[in-house]
């Protein structure tokens, strides 16, 4: 016999799960934000010429970005409101790949992720005709995989959670600052996501090695979790 009610609990106690890991998200903006990276990029780092920028802040962000001599006020305004835009935008982005990935907690793990990818970022290649590029795709999504879940490092909890995908969003919405010898220097924000940067960002993240992105994802998460 089979206890319909047991089943309707877990099923109701993991969708408060989720309403609760991702309760600053919108899946319909995750979505609009998965349709236009997804645009940016014709074949791993070549832009699609015809992609428009995602607007990440508010003009009122740039404006006060522009300002000249800001006070502390002004720099911690523009740190907050960015943190904050960052995170909405992440856990939104989250959501819309729980949901087409049926994941119920918020936290998905690789067999979800890799679901949504091979829809969204991969489908129109038709990959599933072609088992020789199948499987050059699937070393890619796995290499991101474990790149976001883990930060950029070697270990991690293997699922990807809203931390994580926020400090991929802050990741892919700044400019590297390299020095003279063109190592890591730091961020250049100004609250887009150019497809140009993007298309680079993308193709690092697909390469199997510790890498400039890499870097980014782990001073991407410190900077966001207050640990730098």
Known sequence: ?????????????????????LSGGNAELGEAFALIINDMVTQSGITNPKAEPFEVVPPSWRKLASKENKTPEDIKQLDETLKEEIQSLAESYLLFIARESRNLTGKLDYNQYETFMLKYRFGHFDVMNRPDYMSKVKVQIKTAFDKISAHGEETGDRLIDKKDMAAFVYAISTKTKRDNNKKFAGFEINGFIEPEEYAVSEKLLFENEDNLFSIKLRTAYKILNNTL
């Open 1 to 21: 016999m089979q206890n319909f009610g047991q089943n309707a609990s877990s099923f109701n106690t993991a969708r408060t799960s989720i309403l609760t890991e």
